[in-house]
T-cell receptor, first 116, second 110 residues
């Protein structure tokens, strides 16, 4: 069965802290994604990766960085957390699609991050 | 980028058929249309995907007219457990990048 796991369901951090959000998928998928979800704004793509050590900026990359050292793991890093980064963070993965169509993305349960 | 427009919310009753329409006027030739469902405190879940005409699976049907500038998700005989947010997405030209809108919040009442 398809599975995407995220390191924490709930996380509370202080302003200025460095925050790591981890995501692991067990489906051998090439593509992985990080989104944030805020009320009234839907899901917004932060970064995505289509291969190990590869990354692409999404719509709102400012204040974030990512790391993909292994195929199954994609980390989101907040170098210096700020209160406006309080949000629900969702990780997703999808298999490679040769025709570049929007293929099925499998989502993790999400991490609700609060920055005080 | 192919943006989508959906109603913010819809109400229905158990046993009714629900149709949620999505507009995507700038859809590109290679783009597919995908719908996701999201329950509170969970990540979105894939429901159905199509390119043109009609697609049906065990959960829903997807109707896409010839011009592909809109699509309609049809949920037959909804139940209380279908209360969720439904997102219409169009595959972007970027590699696997999908654009989520704000979705349609469906409330099913007894």
């Amino acid at each position: 069965d398809v599975k995407v796991t995220q390191s924490s369901r709930y996380l509370v951090k202080r302003t200025g802290e460095k925050v790591f959000l981890e995501c692991v998928q067990d489906m051998d998928h090439e593509n992985m994604f990080w989104y944030r979800q805020d009320p009234g704004l839907g899901l917004r793509l932060i970064y995505f990766s289509y291969d190990v050590k590869m990354k692409e900026k999404g719509d709102i990359p400012e204040g974030y960085s990512v790391s993909r050292e292994k195929k199954e793991r994609f980390s989101l890093i907040l170098e210096s957390a700020s209160t406006n980064q309080t949000s629900m963070y969702l990780c997703a993965s999808s298999p490679y699609s040769r025709d570049r169509r929007g293929d099925t993305q499998y989502f993790g349960p999400g991490t609700r991050l609060t920055v005080l | 980028l192919a943006k989508t427009t959906q109603p913010i919310s819809m109400d229905s009753y158990e046993g009714q058929e629900v149709n949620i329409t999505c507009s995507h006027n700038n859809i590109a030739t290679n783009d597919y249309i995908t719908w996701y469902q999201q329950f509170p405190s969970q990540g979105p879940r894939f429901i159905i995907q199509g390119y043109k005409t009609k697609v049906t699976n065990e959960v829903a049907s997807l109707f896409i007219p010839a011009d592909r500038k809109s699509s309609t998700l049809s949920l037959p005989r909804v139940s209380l457990s279908d209360t969720a947010v439904y997102y219409c997405l169009v595959g972007d030209r970027g590699f696997q990048k999908l654009v989520f809108g704000t979705g349609t919040r469906l409330l099913v009442s007894p």
